[in-house]
């Protein structure tokens, strides 16, 4: 089935310092989408990616889907305590809304 | 709006009992899906429920079963637990078929002793 790699596995940054995690796929995606999960929380949706090559951003964070569609990236600049969590990438695989995670990065920032 | 509400949020069970949780998606949505989450296997797809009817279904054992309502609320049942069931067991719901973005329960945590 439908794998995604996601590196790396765990982050420790200062704050202030800039973040990014990637995603890659062996195979064509049809689109990417990004959860970030606070401790102790749920999965809660960021944005999803369908066309090659696009960017999008949100505040500090700037999404970006590969040319080939393989892989993505999640870049955080001057990362803050708020940031704290594990980032996922997820597609769409089999139809409807059954979603691939990704393993996920998870980020601790320090003071 | 309110969102998917997950009961209960805690329970202890042990090997060989069985165990059901419930999830109310977010009004109007018709998309229900259920992962498990532990630590060693990451978020797995259960099965995922549209209008009452299964349509898409992971790679667990028959002992996890599910079904939809008419109004849209969906359980999910594991039968015959095993320690390996314990996990944190999350409901999303979904706008529509193939939408994209879900919305996630706070989850169901399943302790099996």
């Known amino acids: 089935g439908q794998q995604v790699m996601q590196i790396p596995q765990y982050q420790h940054v200062q704050e202030g310092e800039d973040f990014t995690t990637y995603c890659n796929s062996s195979?064509?995606?049809?689109?990417i989408q990004w959860y970030k999960q606070r401790p102790g929380g749920h999965p809660v949706f960021l944005i999803q990616?369908?066309?090659?090559?696009e960017v999008k951003k949100q505040k500090r964070l700037t999404f970006q889907f590969g040319e080939a569609k393989k892989n993505s990236s999640l870049h955080i600049t001057a990362t803050q305590t708020t940031d704290v969590g594990t980032y996922f990438c997820a597609v769409i695989t089999g139809g409807g809304n059954k979603l691939t995670f990704g393993t996920g990065t998870q980020l601790k920032v320090e003071l | 709006k309110a969102g998917v509400t997950q009961t209960p949020r805690y329970l202890i069970k042990t090997r060989g009992q069985q165990v059901t949780l419930s999830c109310s998606p977010i009004?109007?949505?018709?998309?229900v899906s259920w992962y498990q989450q532990t630590p060693g296997q990451g978020l797995q797809f259960l099965f995922e429920?549209?209008?009452?009817?299964q349509r898409n279904k992971g790679n667990f054992p028959g002992r996890f079963s599910g079904r939809q309502f008419s109004n849209s609320r969906s359980e999910m049942n594991v039968s015959t637990l095993e320690l390996g069931d314990s996990a944190l067991y999350l409901c999303?719901?979904?706008?529509?078929w193939g939408t994209g973005e879900l919305f996630f329960g706070e989850g169901s945590r399943l302790t099996v002793l």
């Open positions: 195979t064509t995606l049809s689109n």
């Open positions: 429920y549209f209008s009452e009817t």
């Open positions: 990616l369908v066309k090659s090559g």
């Open positions: 999303a719901s979904s706008g529509g």
């Open positions: 009004s109007g949505h018709r998309s």
